[in-house]
């Protein structure tokens, strides 16, 4: 799945761009956004000021490819949730990028302890 333009994008910055943060909206614009099946677990249940706002979020989440939790996925949480003390939303997201081969678009700086070869951050 790899490829400049593929994205797996983080649960904050999904949030942030929809409440109108310019750089998280920059970041993701004119990409294939992939993201967890966590972060559509956390976006789907947020507690939304609007349903203006609720509109936008199931709006922008549809347009996403969600990305389920596989046994190579499930492993290598394990392994980075062990290894990196990590939540466990964290190290599943985490995982998920690695597996997949995609660049993890962030806010969470958590993230930028991992110094791993084949986990890409991009932070915002």
Known sequence: MSGVNNLLV??????????????????VEGKTIFI????EIELLSKQFKS?????LMKDFVSNCFVLDIGK???EKAIQL??????????SIIAATSIVERLP????????LKI?????TILSI
């Open 10 to 27: 983080d649960t904050n910055v999904i949030v942030y761009g929809v409440e109108g943060n310019r750089k998280a909206r920059k970041l």
């Open 36 to 39: 967890s099946v966590i972060s």
């Open 51 to 55: 349903t203006v706002e609720e509109d």
């Open 72 to 74: 190579e996925i499930k």
């Open 81 to 90: 949730r062990k290894n990196h003390r990590l939540s466990l939303p964290d």
């Open 104 to 111: 993890l678009v962030t806010a969470d700086k958590d993230f």
């Open 115 to 119: 110094q791993l070869p084949n986990l």
